[in-house]
């Protein structure tokens, strides 16, 4: 067969299938359009998903006549005035959007420029355009695509439910939001509102702050933290959320590159990589960042649908952005994500104890725990006090007796204040000036722990050893102790002195002073297995953090462990002293804290 030219029809049907993959991709077009066109309101309405219809209204500058005939031909565009693909400043540049929907559905566009006498419409179906004729609209311009994909039928086989459908075009409208709060922003699906998002008022941190709030909830603004950094060309600004306040997969994490919503692995490694400290390897934080960057240094011509992007000095980029989120994460490194619902604590029904029927037909579990055994109101409120209790729980308040241990009476007070009580030989209850925290006396140890391993290895010293009185021998799996004894030298380094014994199993001789109490023989199996987890190629050096946190764990104060009120005072002053203290090894909470006004919102004080 000899060459020849592909009708046009075709080359913009071709064009689609690398533009438009499904409805969201018709909807971040268009959007992304009436953005470009100055519009201060856009509405977008669907129907079975997006295959039946999007509609995509907004209030922006419009089209003439003349323009809108040239919108939909290809590589048709306003938004290169210099023909240099090297400096855009737009979100659209290719001219392809228009005439790649068009080839795919049915279209019809009605456009009023600003200060027009009247609108223009045209329709597009499969790619054959109408005349345009007069309408009446007001300025801005309307679009309405029809039985999507109707022309290429095979793509309808791979799209999704409408249920689904709907929740990609919510989520893309979503991130386009997140970058214009000073836009207002509508979306219907079958007459429901998926999204309602009014223009945000104030100074660009404060309206962002604002569209961050109403986009990635209150609990986000509430628990987040300011990135903002500059270097050379490049400045990094938006939030980022405390460790404590996790997801399990990335797909609360926000990228934005010179306003333009991408995906990029480079930004999400190194946004994982700034977290290594902090987070388990399985949860991801949430964030909103928002990257400048000179135009010339960035390329977002790569890909058709340019969600990808190309930095000229990928290695500024990374560096400032990990540098300056683990900045951030220092500066709130006490701060704990507090997530307790006390409205929901207040609606829960709380029964009528001067009602003896009421109180008997309570099921056990429904009771508060003051009140767990049977009530007498006649007993209780002459003698103004609580009924005698049967001793079911572990709280334990002791006094002071300095000869009892090792640590010295803490006389001063910091931000954790002074412990009161321990209970379930698990949790410490301390009291400040104006509220009570919680703290989890493992995962806070546990933190302590680990930033001084960390900051022996990074001071290039090795910590204080202790050998052990009978050398433990760990039988492991071939494959567990060929990945340990590999790994001999940089273990030692953080006090750990294993060695060869027999054909299945290892020697240890010391282990790190700071872990003197841990179960030596379950330490080595999980070391064991982490490392043959990660393979061969794995550097041990870039994933000391690892190790250092799996030390840490089995070395720190345990659960269930009895603490005398000195003991419980250093660990408070210890993590008022420590990094990162405000989260344990794996992203979650050392403590909460309760305030003195939030008490008495429960009792109803207030």
Same mark, same amino acid.
């Given at each position: 067969m000899p060459i020849r030219i592909l009708p046009s029809n075709l080359v913009n049907q071709i064009a689609a299938g690398e533009v438009i993959e499904r409805p969201s991709s018709v909807v971040k077009e268009l959007v992304e359009n009436a953005i470009d066109a100055g519009a201060s309101s856009i509405e977008v309405t669907l129907v079975g998903g997006g295959k039946n219809l999007i509609i995509v209204s907004d209030d922006g500058k419009g089209m003439t006549k003349n323009e809108l005939m040239l919108a939909t031909e290809r590589h048709a565009t306003s938004k290169l005035p210099d023909d240099n693909l090297f400096n855009i400043k737009f979100l659209g540049f290719r001219g392809e959007a228009l005439p790649s929907i068009a080839s795919v559905s049915r279209m019809s566009i009605i456009s009023r420029y600003q200060g027009s006498e009247c609108a223009w419409k045209i329709n597009i179906e499969g790619g054959k355009k109408s005349d345009p004729q007069p309408a009446a609209h007001t300025q801005g311009t309307r679009i309405e695509v029809r039985d999507l994909f109707y022309a290429t039928p095979v793509r309808l086989k791979f799209l999704k439910a409408d249920a689904s459908e709907t929740a990609q075009c919510v989520d893309i409208l979503n991130r386009i939001a997140l970058a214009n709060p000073n836009v207002g922003f509508y979306l219907y699906a079958d007459d429901k509102k998926k999204v309602n998002l009014p223009v945000c008022q104030g100074d660009l941190f404060d309206a962002r702050l604002q569209r961050l709030s109403d986009v990635m909830g209150k609990t986000f603004s509430e628990n987040s933290l300011l990135i903002k950094a500059e270097r050379e060309d490049v400045k990094i600004s938006g939030y980022v959320s405390l460790p404590t306040l996790n997801k399990a997969n990335s797909l609360s994490q926000y990228l934005f590159v010179n306003n333009r919503p991408v995906r990029d692995k480079?930004?999400?490694?190194?946004?994982?990589?700034?977290?290594?400290?902090?987070?388990?390897?399985?949860?991801?934080?949430?964030?909103?960042?928002?990257?400048?960057?000179?135009?010339?240094?960035?390329?977002?011509?790569?890909?058709? #649908?340019?969600?990808?992007?190309?930095?000229?000095?990928?290695?500024?980029?990374?560096?400032?952005?990990?540098?300056?989120?683990?900045?951030?994460?220092?500066?709130?490194?006490?701060? #704990?994500?507090?997530?307790?619902?006390?409205?929901?604590?207040?609606?829960?029904?709380?029964?009528?104890?001067?009602?003896?029927?009421?109180?008997?037909?309570?099921?056990e579990h429904q009771m508060p725990t003051a009140f767990q055994y049977s009530y007498s109101p006649r007993k209780t409120f002459t003698q103004n006090k609580l009924p005698e209790l049967e001793s079911i729980y572990s709280v334990k308040v002791e006094s002071t007796d300095t000869h009892l241990t090792a640590f010295p009476q803490q006389e001063t007070e910091g931000i954790l204040g002074q412990a009161k009580a321990q209970f379930h030989n698990t949790y410490i209850i301390s009291q400040t000036e104006d509220s009570i925290v919680i703290i989890d006396q493992h995962a806070a140890h546990e933190r302590i722990v680990m930033e001084k391993l960390k900051d022996h290895l990074l001071k290039e010293k090795r910590p204080a050893s202790q050998m052990l009185l009978i050398p433990e021998v760990v039988d492991l799996s071939g494959s567990e102790k060929v990945a340990l004894l590999e790994n001999v030298a940089e273990l030692s380094k953080l006090g750990l002195e294993i060695e060869e014994f027999g054909s299945t199993a290892v020697l240890v001789r010391e282990i790190p002073a700071l872990l003197k109490n841990c179960e030596v023989e379950t330490l080595i199996h999980d070391l064991a297995e982490e490392m043959t987890e990660w393979g061969k190629g794995f550097s041990l050096e870039k994933k000391m953090h690892l190790v250092c946190a799996t030390l840490a764990c089995h070395g720190s104060v345990r659960a269930g462990r009895a603490l005398n009120i000195d003991e419980m005072n250093k660990l408070l002053r210890d993590m008022e002293q420590t990094e990162h203290s405000g989260q344990c090894n794996h992203g979650r909470p050392t403590y909460v804290k309760l305030s003195l006004n939030e008490i008495e919102k429960l009792f109803e004080r207030r």
């Amino acid at each position: 067969m000899p060459i020849r030219i592909l009708p046009s029809n075709l080359v913009n049907q071709i064009a689609a299938g690398e533009v438009i993959e499904r409805p969201s991709s018709v909807v971040k077009e268009l959007v992304e359009n009436a953005i470009d066109a100055g519009a201060s309101s856009i509405e977008v309405t669907l129907v079975g998903g997006g295959k039946n219809l999007i509609i995509v209204s907004d209030d922006g500058k419009g089209m003439t006549k003349n323009e809108l005939m040239l919108a939909t031909e290809r590589h048709a565009t306003s938004k290169l005035p210099d023909d240099n693909l090297f400096n855009i400043k737009f979100l659209g540049f290719r001219g392809e959007a228009l005439p790649s929907i068009a080839s795919v559905s049915r279209m019809s566009i009605i456009s009023r420029y600003q200060g027009s006498e009247c609108a223009w419409k045209i329709n597009i179906e499969g790619g054959k355009k109408s005349d345009p004729q007069p309408a009446a609209h007001t300025q801005g311009t309307r679009i309405e695509v029809r039985d999507l994909f109707y022309a290429t039928p095979v793509r309808l086989k791979f799209l999704k439910a409408d249920a689904s459908e709907t929740a990609q075009c919510v989520d893309i409208l979503n991130r386009i939001a997140l970058a214009n709060p000073n836009v207002g922003f509508y979306l219907y699906a079958d007459d429901k509102k998926k999204v309602n998002l009014p223009v945000c008022q104030g100074d660009l941190f404060d309206a962002r702050l604002q569209r961050l709030s109403d986009v990635m909830g209150k609990t986000f603004s509430e628990n987040s933290l300011l990135i903002k950094a500059e270097r050379e060309d490049v400045k990094i600004s938006g939030y980022v959320s405390l460790p404590t306040l996790n997801k399990a997969n990335s797909l609360s994490q926000y990228l934005f590159v010179n306003n333009r919503p991408v995906r990029d692995k480079l930004l999400l490694g190194a946004i994982k990589g700034a977290y290594q400290d902090v987070l388990a390897s399985n949860r991801y934080p949430m964030c909103a960042l928002f990257f400048d960057v000179n135009p010339n240094n960035v390329d977002v011509n790569v890909h058709p #649908t340019k969600a990808e992007v190309r930095f000229y000095d990928n290695a500024l980029i990374r560096g400032l952005l990990v540098s300056s989120i683990r900045q951030a994460l220092i500066n709130g490194d006490k701060k #704990t994500a507090h997530t307790l619902d006390l409205d929901q604590i207040i609606q829960d029904n709380i029964p009528d104890f001067s009602n003896r029927t009421e109180t008997a037909s309570l099921q056990e579990h429904q009771m508060p725990t003051a009140f767990q055994y049977s009530y007498s109101p006649r007993k209780t409120f002459t003698q103004n006090k609580l009924p005698e209790l049967e001793s079911i729980y572990s709280v334990k308040v002791e006094s002071t007796d300095t000869h009892l241990t090792a640590f010295p009476q803490q006389e001063t007070e910091g931000i954790l204040g002074q412990a009161k009580a321990q209970f379930h030989n698990t949790y410490i209850i301390s009291q400040t000036e104006d509220s009570i925290v919680i703290i989890d006396q493992h995962a806070a140890h546990e933190r302590i722990v680990m930033e001084k391993l960390k900051d022996h290895l990074l001071k290039e010293k090795r910590p204080a050893s202790q050998m052990l009185l009978i050398p433990e021998v760990v039988d492991l799996s071939g494959s567990e102790k060929v990945a340990l004894l590999e790994n001999v030298a940089e273990l030692s380094k953080l006090g750990l002195e294993i060695e060869e014994f027999g054909s299945t199993a290892v020697l240890v001789r010391e282990i790190p002073a700071l872990l003197k109490n841990c179960e030596v023989e379950t330490l080595i199996h999980d070391l064991a297995e982490e490392m043959t987890e990660w393979g061969k190629g794995f550097s041990l050096e870039k994933k000391m953090h690892l190790v250092c946190a799996t030390l840490a764990c089995h070395g720190s104060v345990r659960a269930g462990r009895a603490l005398n009120i000195d003991e419980m005072n250093k660990l408070l002053r210890d993590m008022e002293q420590t990094e990162h203290s405000g989260q344990c090894n794996h992203g979650r909470p050392t403590y909460v804290k309760l305030s003195l006004n939030e008490i008495e919102k429960l009792f109803e004080r207030r």
